[in-house]
């Protein structure tokens, strides 16, 4: 039997371990159909009207339910929002009709340039204004609430006010949206800044968040300061694991990706980091019924 005769699954994001689907696994993943609850991709691979991309992704939602994760929205740019790219990403959701989609808590475009990061936003009333007017527009584009990610940062403004997870709690307030919420951009961004990453996860708006992120970094000695950077592509470290643990205790199950971007381990591997973050949601679980 093909893949192109079996019906699709339900377009939910189940309360599941999942992980990111990238190019180097796609026929293996295919092939094998690994236990995973769902997969996620970024959205920007597959704007194309046809290709290999979209073919093996077509294959994959026959298999599992998938999530759109945006990485070229630049949500919080002072840029008009760039109507092609949101034409594409509509198109994307009908064909796919993932069950999520996301973006970040950033800007990276100024003038029509565009950055290849992922800069962060002054946590001011202004830029809460703003970045909140931009998220109702980008849902009533395309008619449905978004997930917004919490970044990862190496540098802080010094004209800040407010706290990044009042901010973001304050986004979900003005604009209905949801929160996925990056364990790992949590503890990055801890150790840069020197804050409490358990207080960020107690003090977010939990029936807000709806996707967890988990991942790798590395560490960059910048005037002799070590700086940790979301780089995707390392082990999910002991400490992120913890922190992971605090936030299902709190949070409930939550569908969890393992994101992994460059330097790929084996498809195995990664399914094995899926597990442990399924066993972590399974003995929560336990302990609270």
């Not at 100024?110 to 992922?118: E, Q």
């Not at 409490?196 to 807000?208: G, N, V």
């Not at 790798?216 to 002799?224: A, L, R, S, V």
């Amino acid at each position: 039997m093909t893949t192109e005769s079996i019906e699709r699954p339900p377009a939910q994001i189940p309360a599941q371990a999942g992980i990111g689907l990238r190019a180097e696994h796609y026929k293996e993943v295919i092939g094998s159909q690994p236990p995973i609850g769902w997969l996620e991709v970024h959205s920007e691979n597959y704007f194309g009207q046809g290709g290999k991309p979209l073919h093996y992704l077509e294959q994959a939602r026959q298999l599992y339910p998938i999530s759109l994760h945006g990485v070229g929205l630049s949500i919080g740019s002072t840029d008009p929002l760039n109507k092609a790219h949101l034409d594409h990403l509509n198109r994307l959701i009908h064909r796919i009709e993932p069950g999520l989609v996301s973006e970040h808590l950033s800007w990276s475009s100024v003038d029509g340039k565009y950055f290849n990061d992922l800069l962060p936003l002054p946590y001011t009333e202004e830029a809460l204004k703003h970045f909140s007017t931009r998220v109702h527009q980008v849902q009533d584009i395309l008619q449905q609430q978004i997930l917004i990610e919490n970044p990862s940062s190496y540098l802080s403004y010094s004209h800040s006010t407010i706290a990044e997870w009042d901010f973001m709690n304050a986004i979900v307030e003005n604009t209905a949206c949801g929160i996925l919420l990056d364990v790992n951009n949590v503890y990055v961004s801890a150790v840069n800044h020197g804050f409490d990453a358990r207080h960020y996860l107690r003090a977010i708006t939990a029936d807000a968040v709806q996707e967890i992120h988990l991942a790798g970094f590395t560490i960059d000695i910048i005037g002799g300061q070590d700086i940790l950077i979301d780089t995707h592509n390392k082990p999910i470290c002991d400490e992120v694991w913890a922190l992971y643990q605090v936030a299902i205790e709190r949070l409930g199950a939550i569908p969890s990706l393992i994101e992994w971007d460059s330097d790929l381990p084996p498809l195995d591997f990664l399914v094995e980091e899926a597990s442990r973050a399924q066993t972590i949601m399974d003995e929560c679980h336990a302990l609270v019924a």
